[in-house]
Protein backbone atom coordinates (compact mmCIF):
# COMPACT_ATOMS: atom_id res chain seq x y z
CA UNK A 1 0.00 0.00 0.00
CA UNK A 2 1.49 3.19 -0.85
CA UNK A 3 1.66 6.41 1.74
CA UNK A 4 -0.27 8.52 0.00
CA UNK A 5 -2.66 7.66 -2.69
CA UNK A 6 -4.67 8.96 -5.68
CA UNK A 7 -6.97 7.61 -8.46
CA UNK A 8 -4.65 8.58 -11.64
CA UNK A 9 -7.86 9.57 -13.77
CA UNK A 10 -8.15 10.97 -15.74
CA UNK A 11 -11.01 12.56 -14.40
CA UNK A 12 -13.35 14.77 -16.71
CA UNK A 13 -15.96 17.37 -15.76
CA UNK A 14 -17.96 19.86 -17.58
CA UNK A 15 -17.16 23.42 -17.33
CA UNK A 16 -19.16 24.86 -14.80
CA UNK A 17 -19.82 21.62 -12.72
CA UNK A 18 -17.56 20.74 -9.23
CA UNK A 19 -14.48 18.89 -9.58
CA UNK A 20 -13.83 16.19 -6.76
CA UNK A 21 -10.32 15.22 -6.61
CA UNK A 22 -9.93 12.82 -3.30
CA UNK A 23 -6.60 11.37 -1.75
CA UNK A 24 -6.22 8.69 1.07
CA UNK A 25 -3.17 8.50 3.58
CA UNK A 26 -2.23 5.71 5.77
CA UNK A 27 0.03 6.95 8.35
CA UNK A 28 -2.34 8.59 11.29
CA UNK A 29 0.33 10.72 12.43
CA UNK A 30 0.54 13.04 9.40
CA UNK A 31 -0.29 16.27 10.00
CA UNK A 32 -0.03 18.51 7.47
CA UNK A 33 -1.23 18.18 3.83
CA UNK A 34 -1.35 20.06 0.72
CA UNK A 35 -2.95 20.27 -2.52
CA UNK A 36 -0.21 21.35 -5.24
CA UNK A 37 -1.44 21.86 -9.00
CA UNK A 38 0.97 20.65 -11.79
CA UNK A 39 0.44 21.87 -15.67
CA UNK A 40 2.09 19.61 -18.42
CA UNK A 41 5.73 20.33 -18.22
CA UNK A 42 5.64 22.77 -15.58
CA UNK A 43 6.17 22.69 -11.90
CA UNK A 44 4.04 22.04 -9.37
CA UNK A 45 2.50 25.13 -7.81
CA UNK A 46 1.14 24.97 -3.84
CA UNK A 47 -3.10 25.78 -3.81
CA UNK A 48 -4.27 24.79 -0.84
CA UNK A 49 -2.75 23.67 2.90
CA UNK A 50 -5.03 22.52 5.38
CA UNK A 51 -3.94 21.05 8.98
CA UNK A 52 -6.99 20.22 11.03
CA UNK A 53 -10.39 18.63 10.37
CA UNK A 54 -13.00 20.17 8.27
CA UNK A 55 -12.94 22.54 5.41
CA UNK A 56 -10.58 25.25 4.41
CA UNK A 57 -12.09 27.71 1.45
CA UNK A 58 -10.06 29.74 -0.30
CA UNK A 59 -12.27 31.41 -3.43
CA UNK A 60 -13.01 28.45 -5.91
CA UNK A 61 -11.21 25.97 -3.78
CA UNK A 62 -12.14 23.97 -0.48
CA UNK A 63 -9.93 21.05 1.09
CA UNK A 64 -11.81 18.75 3.24
CA UNK A 65 -9.89 16.62 6.03
CA UNK A 66 -10.93 14.02 7.71
CA UNK A 67 -8.12 12.23 9.89
CA UNK A 68 -10.23 9.77 11.40
CA UNK A 69 -10.57 8.35 7.77
CA UNK A 70 -7.28 9.39 6.99
CA UNK A 71 -8.39 11.39 3.43
CA UNK A 72 -7.81 14.71 2.31
CA UNK A 73 -10.01 16.33 -0.56
CA UNK A 74 -9.64 19.14 -2.80
CA UNK A 75 -12.83 20.92 -4.47
CA UNK A 76 -12.74 22.81 -7.15
CA UNK A 77 -16.32 25.16 -7.66
CA UNK A 78 -17.41 26.35 -11.09
CA UNK A 79 -14.70 24.64 -12.83
CA UNK A 80 -12.85 26.20 -15.71
CA UNK A 81 -10.24 24.79 -18.96
CA UNK A 82 -7.58 26.11 -17.01
CA UNK A 83 -8.63 24.11 -14.52
CA UNK A 84 -7.33 21.23 -16.12
CA UNK A 85 -3.92 19.78 -15.18
CA UNK A 86 -2.67 17.11 -12.78
CA UNK A 87 -3.17 18.10 -8.99
CA UNK A 88 -1.07 16.30 -6.43
CA UNK A 89 -1.76 15.40 -2.79
CA UNK A 90 1.28 15.62 -0.34
CA UNK A 91 1.57 14.91 3.18
CA UNK A 92 3.45 15.81 5.73
CA UNK A 93 4.10 13.45 9.06
CA UNK A 94 6.22 15.33 11.08
CA UNK A 95 8.08 18.69 11.96
CA UNK A 96 10.61 18.46 9.84
CA UNK A 97 8.88 19.25 6.73
CA UNK A 98 9.77 16.16 4.31
CA UNK A 99 6.28 15.46 2.36
CA UNK A 100 5.04 11.95 0.84
CA UNK A 101 3.41 12.62 -2.11
CA UNK A 102 0.67 11.04 -4.41
CA UNK A 103 1.55 10.36 -8.24
CA UNK A 104 -1.35 12.47 -8.93
CA UNK A 105 -5.07 12.81 -10.85
CA UNK A 106 -5.38 14.38 -13.52
CA UNK A 107 -8.47 16.62 -14.37
CA UNK A 108 -9.76 17.24 -18.06
CA UNK A 109 -12.47 20.26 -17.54
CA UNK A 110 -14.70 19.55 -20.73
CA UNK A 111 -15.86 22.91 -22.23
CA UNK B 1 13.56 36.79 -11.03
CA UNK B 2 12.45 33.45 -9.97
CA UNK B 3 12.22 32.64 -6.42
CA UNK B 4 13.67 29.25 -7.20
CA UNK B 5 15.92 28.81 -10.45
CA UNK B 6 17.08 25.85 -11.83
CA UNK B 7 20.14 25.90 -14.65
CA UNK B 8 20.25 23.82 -16.97
CA UNK B 9 16.47 24.15 -18.10
CA UNK B 10 17.11 21.25 -20.89
CA UNK B 11 20.00 19.15 -20.91
CA UNK B 12 20.59 15.62 -23.11
CA UNK B 13 23.72 13.69 -22.82
CA UNK B 14 25.07 10.33 -23.20
CA UNK B 15 25.60 7.28 -20.82
CA UNK B 16 29.11 7.99 -18.82
CA UNK B 17 28.68 11.65 -18.48
CA UNK B 18 28.98 13.77 -14.95
CA UNK B 19 25.99 16.20 -15.23
CA UNK B 20 25.55 19.08 -12.47
CA UNK B 21 22.24 20.59 -11.82
CA UNK B 22 21.96 23.05 -9.89
CA UNK B 23 19.74 25.68 -7.79
CA UNK B 24 20.11 28.43 -6.41
CA UNK B 25 17.27 30.69 -4.44
CA UNK B 26 15.97 34.40 -3.41
CA UNK B 27 13.47 33.21 -1.23
CA UNK B 28 15.92 32.90 2.31
CA UNK B 29 14.80 29.12 2.89
CA UNK B 30 16.98 27.62 4.68
CA UNK B 31 15.77 24.02 4.07
CA UNK B 32 16.20 22.71 0.05
CA UNK B 33 15.11 19.82 -1.68
CA UNK B 34 15.80 17.23 -5.01
CA UNK B 35 13.71 15.87 -6.73
CA UNK B 36 12.64 13.64 -9.70
CA UNK B 37 9.78 13.00 -11.43
CA UNK B 38 8.87 10.30 -13.57
CA UNK B 39 5.29 9.90 -15.90
CA UNK B 40 2.93 7.68 -13.34
CA UNK B 41 5.19 7.95 -10.73
CA UNK B 42 4.88 11.53 -8.92
CA UNK B 43 7.91 13.26 -7.15
CA UNK B 44 10.04 11.13 -5.63
CA UNK B 45 12.62 12.76 -2.81
CA UNK B 46 16.58 12.10 -4.11
CA UNK B 47 18.60 14.25 -1.11
CA UNK B 48 17.36 17.15 1.23
CA UNK B 49 19.51 19.55 3.33
CA UNK B 50 18.29 21.96 6.31
CA UNK B 51 21.31 23.36 6.45
CA UNK B 52 24.38 24.18 4.94
CA UNK B 53 25.78 21.49 7.13
CA UNK B 54 23.36 19.07 6.91
CA UNK B 55 22.54 16.93 3.90
CA UNK B 56 20.29 13.37 3.94
CA UNK B 57 19.41 11.15 1.60
CA UNK B 58 15.98 10.59 0.18
CA UNK B 59 14.14 7.71 -1.35
CA UNK B 60 16.34 7.18 -4.52
CA UNK B 61 19.66 8.60 -3.65
CA UNK B 62 22.41 5.99 -5.57
CA UNK B 63 23.33 7.06 -8.18
CA UNK B 64 23.54 10.95 -7.45
CA UNK B 65 25.48 13.18 -4.97
CA UNK B 66 25.11 17.16 -3.75
CA UNK B 67 26.87 19.82 -2.55
CA UNK B 68 25.11 23.03 -0.64
CA UNK B 69 27.78 25.22 -1.42
CA UNK B 70 25.51 27.63 0.93
CA UNK B 71 22.11 28.70 2.21
CA UNK B 72 21.38 29.52 -1.11
CA UNK B 73 22.30 26.99 -3.51
CA UNK B 74 21.94 22.90 -3.67
CA UNK B 75 23.45 21.62 -6.67
CA UNK B 76 22.61 17.91 -7.73
CA UNK B 77 25.42 15.60 -9.37
CA UNK B 78 25.08 12.32 -11.60
CA UNK B 79 28.73 10.87 -11.11
CA UNK B 80 28.01 8.58 -14.13
CA UNK B 81 24.62 9.04 -15.76
CA UNK B 82 22.75 6.14 -17.11
CA UNK B 83 19.55 6.37 -19.42
CA UNK B 84 16.98 5.47 -16.65
CA UNK B 85 17.82 8.75 -15.43
CA UNK B 86 16.62 10.26 -17.76
CA UNK B 87 13.43 12.44 -15.87
CA UNK B 88 12.35 16.39 -15.24
CA UNK B 89 14.17 17.15 -11.54
CA UNK B 90 12.99 19.69 -9.45
CA UNK B 91 14.18 22.00 -6.98
CA UNK B 92 11.67 22.46 -3.56
CA UNK B 93 12.67 25.09 -0.91
CA UNK B 94 10.68 25.37 2.09
CA UNK B 95 11.18 26.93 5.86
CA UNK B 96 10.55 24.96 8.54
CA UNK B 97 6.81 25.68 8.88
CA UNK B 98 6.29 26.11 5.38
CA UNK B 99 5.66 23.98 2.71
CA UNK B 100 7.81 23.88 -0.23
CA UNK B 101 8.17 25.80 -3.29
CA UNK B 102 9.49 24.67 -6.65
CA UNK B 103 11.72 26.01 -9.56
CA UNK B 104 11.04 25.38 -12.99
CA UNK B 105 12.84 21.96 -13.43
CA UNK B 106 15.26 20.58 -15.40
CA UNK B 107 14.71 18.11 -18.06
CA UNK B 108 17.49 15.54 -18.14
CA UNK B 109 17.96 13.10 -21.58
CA UNK B 110 20.46 10.95 -21.31
CA UNK B 111 21.12 8.72 -24.46
Known amino acids: QKEVEQNSGPLSVPEGAIASLNCTYSDRVSQSFFWYRQYSGKSPELIMS??SNGDKEDGRFTAQLNKASQYVSLLIRDSQPSDSATYLC???????????WGAGTKLIIKP | DADVTQTPRNRITKTGKRIMLECSQT?????MYWYRQDPGLGLRLIYYSFDVKDINKGEISDGYSVSRQAQAKFSLSLESAIPNQTALYFC??????????FGDGTRLSIL
Open chain 2, 27 to 31: KGHDR
Open chain 1, 50 to 51: IY
Open chain 2, 92 to 101: ATSTSNQPQH
Open chain 1, 90 to 100: AVNKGSNYQLI
